[in-house]
Every structure is written in structure tokens, then in C-alpha cells.
């Protein structure tokens, strides 16, 4: 069985901080991409980065871009996202996703169930 587990939420104050975990089992770590998503209140999901299991290819949407850093571990079959000068704006649930091939096409197949991240300001 597939799960993907989320850890590290929390509540920051602006300029902060958070790691994120995702801790994937029931599949083989190496041949899929995995990706962090995130839906704040009464907005859509929105894709935030990604990591390739093919070539460590990473991948990350504008807002984040030089703040949020994404990584795998193939040996705990975990992949972090450390999130740094947080924003308000950053506040949402966060989700991980199991990729459907070793790179990042945007497609996805198990999601893990969110770790709430807010940010005050």
C-alpha cells in the first residue's frame, strides 16, 4: 500500500522557518518523482516544487523560488522541503505527492494527507 506521510507544520512568524517531511512507503523510492503541493483557504492547489528520482532534477514555482529548498534522502525514502524567509502568503496545507515516472511531469497518483503550515505576520 502506498502512503506518503507529512510532518513538520506548524505556526512561524513571518521570516521564518519550517522543514517539511514527506515519508514515502509502499513503492520503490527511486523510480518516481515526488512533488510538495499546497491549497490555501478557498484557493486552489498549486504545485510547489519538485524532485526528480531520475537525475535530483528540481523544480519550483516563482513565488518560492530562492526561499524554499526540496531534497531527497533515497536511504530514509524521505523527501524535505526547507522553507525559509516564510511569508504570510506561504500559509496553506501542504501536501506531498507520488509521481507517475522518475521526472517531474506534473503528473501524480498518491497524496499524502497535509501538514497545516501557517504563517503569521
Known amino acids: 500500500e502506498v502512503q506518503l506521510v507529512e510532518s513538520g507544520g506548524g505556526l512561524v512568524q513571518a521570516g521564518g522557518s519550517l522543514r517539511l517531511s514527506c515519508a514515502a512507503s509502499g513503492f520503490t523510492f527511486d523510480d518516481y518523482a515526488i512533488g510538495w503541493f499546497r491549497q490555501a483557504p478557498g484557493k486552489e492547489r498549486e504545485g510547489v516544487s519538485c524532485i526528480s528520482s531520475s537525475d535530483g532534477s528540481t523544480y519550483y514555482t516563482d513565488s518560492v523560488k530562492g526561499r524554499f529548498t526540496i531534497s531527497s534522502d533515497n536511504a530514509e525514502n524521505t523527501v524535505s522541503l526547507q522553507m525559509n524567509s516564510l511569508k504570510p502568503e506561504d500559509t496553506a496545507d501542504y501536501y506531498c505527492?507520488?509521481?507517475?515516472?522518475?521526472?517531474?511531469?506534473?503528473?501524480?497518483?498518491?497524496w499524502g494527507q497535509g501538514t497545516q503550515v501557517t504563517v503569521s505576520s
Open positions: 505527492a507520488k509521481g507517475v515516472t522518475p521526472s517531474c511531469t506534473g503528473m501524480y497518483d498518491y
